[in-house]
């Protein structure tokens, strides 16, 4: 290390003040002194959960649907909704102002499966299952209430996971009557997840459970009882209302009264010896014919009628005997709004 007598020493050899070069020394010591500060706030802001990293560029992601406008569901009519339908619910149930002052900041929602949310630190998302959770990938829940309804949380510290059952029914017999949240974090410091899944669990349930119908009584070969409803389209339309649309449209093609229809909780109903059945995802459909302007495939006593562009997507399927496809002719352009 230089000291100050060798400092004396160059000023005399080469002949220049000794206050220079001393100037030059301390000049050093702050730049190394300023160095380090900046590298050490650079290193605390990286782990400080208060720093606004950047969300993605592209949005939705390769693996996401925008949010689209769908109706919104009332009463307990939220556990029989599809699970594209019941993730967009969830996503617009509140508004973006309200995710965002859940959350902390800018927040960019989607729908992959589940509705799926992101800030600058967290990590989303929000769907109906079919059951409490009896154990998580991070051991054995807690049991808790949330919005006075039961419910079970498991926090770590990469993040929460917390469901709520919404509706009392038993499990697997097609309706979906528990809300999963789980709030994430990938940074290094620790974020308080769960005041975050607690509050964002409560503002859905209110978003999406006003005052409304009950689930139907659901039979243990998912039987529901017949409602008469009014006539319209069942896109987005909870899997009961579904039913009973399709039994009305049935009796209307069939020219007879739809009384002894019966309708299932799974989006399906029988009248007179001729079934018809929704399905969100289908096996792979190998048009043969178009009927309402869609692609339908006709064989033996069944017609499908694919309801979009993707193959395996949404189907109405008809079956029984009879002239079936001009049955589904007249059954099918209500059902789809027409």
Avoid at 199 to 216: C, H, R
Wanted: hydrophobic share 40%.
């Amino acid at each position: 290390m230089t000291t100050g007598n060798d400092y004396r020493e160059i000023a005399r050899k080469t002949d220049r003040p000794m206050w220079i070069w001393a100037g030059c020394a301390l000049t050093s010591v702050l730049l190394l002194l300023g160095v380090g500060t900046v590298v050490a706030i650079t290193l605390l802001n990286k782990d400080d959960p208060g720093t606004e990293a950047e969300l993605p560029a592209v949005w939705p992601s390769s693996s996401g649907q925008a949010l689209r406008e769908v109706p919104m569901p009332t009463g307990e009519m939220v556990a029989a909704l599809t699970g594209d339908t019941g993730a967009q619910v969830l996503c617009q149930v509140i508004p973006e102002q309200r995710w965002e002052e859940i959350l902390g900041g800018r927040t960019l929602r989607e729908v992959t499966g589940a509705c799926h949310a992101v800030t600058a630190q967290l990590d989303i998302s929000a769907q109906m299952i079919a059951a409490l959770p009896e154990d998580t990938s991070r051991g054995l829940p807690t049991r808790t209430t949330v919005a006075g309804k039961n419910a079970v949380v498991a926090t770590d510290k990469g993040g929460t996971t917390l469901s709520v059952e919404l509706v009392d029914v038993a499990p697997h017999n097609g309706a979906s009557p528990v809300l999963n949240v789980a709030v994430r974090t990938g940074i290094a410091r620790e974020i308080e997840t769960e005041p975050k899944a607690r509050a964002l669990a409560e503002a859905l349930i209110a978003g999406a459970t006003p005052p409304g119908p009950k689930l139907p009584k659901i039979g243990e070969d998912g039987e529901i009882p017949l409602e008469k409803t009014e006539p319209g389209p069942i896109k987005d339309q909870p899997l009961p209302v579904i039913s009973w649309l399709l039994c009305a449209e049935l009796g209307r093609a069939l020219g007879v009264p739809a009384d002894t229809a019966k309708p299932t909780f799974f989006a399906a109903c029988a009248l007179n010896g001729v079934t018809a059945d929704y399905g969100e995802f289908s096996s792979d459909v190998q048009p043969t014919t178009s009927i309402a302007g869609l692609p339908a495939q006709v064989t033996e006593g069944a017609v499908v009628v694919q309801l979009t562009s993707d193959r395996r997507g949404e189907t109405l399927k008809f079956k029984g005997t009879g002239d079936l496809t001009t049955l589904v002719e007249k059954a099918v352009p209500p059902l789809l709004g027409r």
